[in-house]
C-alpha cells in the first residue's frame, strides 16, 4: 500500500486514481453508518447474513435511512507542486467519490503559500507550516456555485441542520493540514451566513 501511495502521490501516476477514488469510496460508506446512527445489528451486518440473504441484505441497506454529505472540498496544493505531479491528487480521488455518490465537489480552498514536503517535518514544524496555509476561494465562479447549492432543493434541509461538508485528503499525518482546511471553511461558511459540520475523509494515515 505504501508503494502505490508513493506512485500515486510522489511520482504522479494518475493512473492509479480510479483504484484509489474506489477504495476511499468504501470509507465514505463507514463514514455514512457512523454518521446515520442507522447501524444494523450483528447480525444483519455479518458476511454471513449478507452471504445467505443477499436480497433481503440489500433491501434492508437500501431502507436505512443513512446520512450523506452535501459537499466534496479537496485539500488544494500549490502551483509548485501541481506543477512536479501535473494533477491534484485530492481532487481526483474527490472526483471518484463525488461520481459514485452523488456529491458534489467544489475547490472552496485555495493555498496561500507553498509549504515544503511534510513528511520531513516534526509534529510542531507541520503545525506552524499549516497555519494560515490555506484561505476560503474568492473566486466569483466558484462563490455562485455554492450559493446555488445553498439555494437549491437542500434548502429546506439546511434550515433543520448544517452544511455537510467532506474535506478529501490521500493521507493523514498529524492532522494540522485538516484542521487548517476546516478552519478555512468555517470562516467562508460564516461569511456567507451559513453553518457548516465539517468531516474529513483521506485515503491513509501515516
Same mark, same amino acid.
Given at each position: 500500500m505504501r508503494e502505490i501511495l508513493g506512485q500515486y502521490k510522489y511520482r504522479g501516476n494518475e493512473? &492509479? /486514481? =480510479?483504484?484509489?477514488?474506489?477504495?476511499?469510496?468504501? /470509507?465514505?460508506a463507514f463514514l455514512q453508518y457512523e454518521q446515520s446512527g442507522q447501524q444494523l445489528n450483528g447480525a444483519l451486518q455479518s458476511n454471513l447474513f449478507s452471504k445467505l440473504f443477499p436480497v433481503l441484505h440489500s433491501k434492508l441497506r437500501m431502507r436505512s435511512n443513512l446520512w450523506q454529505a452535501d459537499l466534496l472540498v479537496p485539500v488544494p496544493v500549490s502551483a509548485v507542486r501541481l506543477s512536479e505531479r501535473g494533477f491534484n491528487q485530492a481532487e481526483r480521488l474527490a472526483e471518484v467519490v463525488s461520481l459514485h455518490r452523488g456529491v458534489p465537489q467544489l475547490p472552496l480552498l485555495v493555498r496561500t503559500h507553498h509549504t515544503a514536503k511534510q513528511s520531513f517535518k516534526s509534529r510542531r514544524e507541520r503545525l506552524a507550516d499549516m497555519k494560515h496555509a490555506f484561505a476560503g476561494n474568492t473566486d466569483p465562479v466558484v462563490l455562485q456555485s455554492l450559493k446555488e447549492l445553498l439555494n437549491? +432543493?437542500?434548502?429546506?434541509? &439546511?434550515?433543520?441542520? =448544517?452544511? #455537510?461538508? $467532506? $474535506?478529501?485528503d490521500?493521507?493523514?499525518?498529524?492532522?494540522? @493540514? $485538516? #484542521?487548517? %482546511?476546516?478552519? /478555512?471553511?468555517?470562516?467562508? %461558511? #460564516?461569511?456567507?451566513? %451559513? @453553518?457548516?459540520? $465539517?468531516? +474529513?475523509?483521506?485515503?491513509? #494515515?501515516?
Open positions: 493512473r &492509479l /486514481a =480510479p483504484l484509489l477514488g474506489l477504495m476511499l469510496d468504501r /470509507a465514505y437549491s +432543493s437542500m434548502t429546506h434541509q &439546511l434550515e433543520q441542520r =448544517p452544511l #455537510r461538508v $467532506i $474535506i478529501v490521500d493521507i493523514y499525518t498529524t492532522g494540522s @493540514t $485538516i #484542521r487548517a %482546511c476546516a478552519g /478555512a471553511l468555517q470562516q467562508l %461558511c #460564516r461569511s456567507l451566513d %451559513c @453553518t457548516a459540520e $465539517i468531516y +474529513s475523509l483521506t485515503w491513509a #494515515r501515516s
